[in-house]
């Protein structure tokens, strides 16, 4: 019998790692063990951990130390589960093989978990997921919404706003929205409970990405003093709008697989570049029929044109799929390139991206850096396509 995990029972480990945050660590690590036999489990390499529920206890795998006369380190792996104990055998070695570089933000100890088959299933499961998520640029007129594309943008704009505020994971923003659109798409909401709309969406992104917060701190951002049920309603309302469908193909969850090809991937200042020209056109209503792994392809490209970089190598190409030059890529790129400047010129209304970015303790002043003056953003609109290749 084959000794792969179904695939919706593998962790997104490719993501940050707060998204292991109350699961357990040593469940995940079933998908890498090898077939090879094992010798049986004896008083001496099995640890036995009591709990009624192993689910809620939130473990910390650490690797023991290496002593002179081992070469290589030792893990706990997860033998058996049962209802009342954990059987853990000490002696399974870490897989040497097939092992990727660390990712921005992700732990050491989590990143050996991420197996070239795993990452690649889930690639694939992400990629049937984006259609789902893809609405035409006109889909408010269609379905008859009251709202107009200039409602959304300055809703979206607010929610970028409060998403820095509380410095929350980039997955939240853009699950958030990804989630407003396919419920304004079914949901008629009238104008004076959009905010209201958004805001619910908005806390179900931080309950699935990042940690649930207090709904009366939601609603203070809104200047709302009343009673919480209004979210919870609200949030109960949305909930039956989307079926409860709430997985989301994030461009994040791309661009994290796209930082392990790029020589640049471990640098955070080039992430935080790459998530700010994604986060600068998320009030434009011509994204929601881009799918989310393009989006983190442009971005990409864009981040790197900014950083000074204008090859494309091949690695990239085979990540991204745009081989051997990024053409298609660049009109999106440049779009994104227009819209940081046209915020940092005062040019726009759309500011959210911007002030999220200028945070000096956070993001460094990402967006008031040298790199994203007026100057050197308008000679990068101006590249020709065939001077990137």
């Known amino acids: 019998m084959s000794n792969r995990v179904p695939l919706k029972e593998i962790p997104d480990t490719l993501r940050r790692s707060h998204r292991l945050n109350g699961v357990s660590k040593l469940n995940t690590t079933t998908s890498s063990i090898s077939t090879q036999s094992k010798a049986p489990l004896t008083q001496k390499n099995v640890k036995v951990i009591s709990s009624k529920k192993p689910c809620q206890r939130r473990r910390k795998v650490t690797t023991s130390a290496s002593s002179s006369n081992s070469a290589t380190c030792k893990k706990p792996v997860v033998r058996r589960t049962k209802s009342e104990c954990v059987v853990i055998d000490i002696d399974d070695p870490v897989p040497t093989s097939g092992l990727v570089p660390s990712l921005v933000g992700v732990k050491p100890e989590d990143v050996w978990l991420c197996q070239p088959s795993v990452a690649h299933d889930m690639f694939l499961y992400a990629k049937t997921l984006e259609n789902r998520h893809c609405f035409s640029p006109n889909y408010l007129s269609v379905c008859g919404s009251r709202v107009t594309t200039e409602m959304r943008a300055t809703l979206v704009n607010w929610i970028v706003e409060i998403h820095g505020h509380l410095k929350l994971e980039p997955e939240t923003l853009h699950t958030a929205v990804r989630l407003l659109d396919a419920t304004l798409q079914h949901f008629k909401v009238g104008v004076n409970r959009l905010q209201l709309c958004g805001l619910a969406v908005f806390w179900l992104a931080t309950k699935l990405e990042s940690r649930a917060l207090n709904a009366q701190d939601l609603l203070y951002l809104m200047c709302y003093k009343g009673d919480v049920s209004i979210l919870v309603r609200m949030e109960q309302t949305v909930l039956k709008m989307l079926n409860f469908q709430l997985q989301v193909a994030d461009p994040i969850f791309f661009l994290n697989r796209l930082m392990l090809y790029d020589e640049n991937g ?124």
């Open 266 to 389: 471990q640098s955070e200042e080039f992430y935080n570049t790459c998530t700010y020209c994604m986060d600068a056109i998320l009030h434009d209503i011509t994204t929601v029929e881009i799918p989310a792994s393009e989006l983190a392809n442009a971005a990409l490209l864009a981040g790197r044109m900014i950083d000074g970089h204008m090859g494309w190598p091949y690695p990239i190409g085979y990540a991204t799929e745009h081989w051997p030059s990024p053409k298609k890529l660049e009109p999106l790129a440049k779009k994104m390139i227009r819209a940081i400047l046209e915020a940092g010129e005062g040019k726009s209304i759309y500011t959210g991206a911007y002030k999220k970015y200028a945070s000096r303790k956070r993001f460094y002043g990402l967006s008031e850096s040298q790199k994203f003056s007026s100057v050197n953003l308008s000679k990068l609109i101006e590249v020709l396509p065939s001077s990137i290749c």
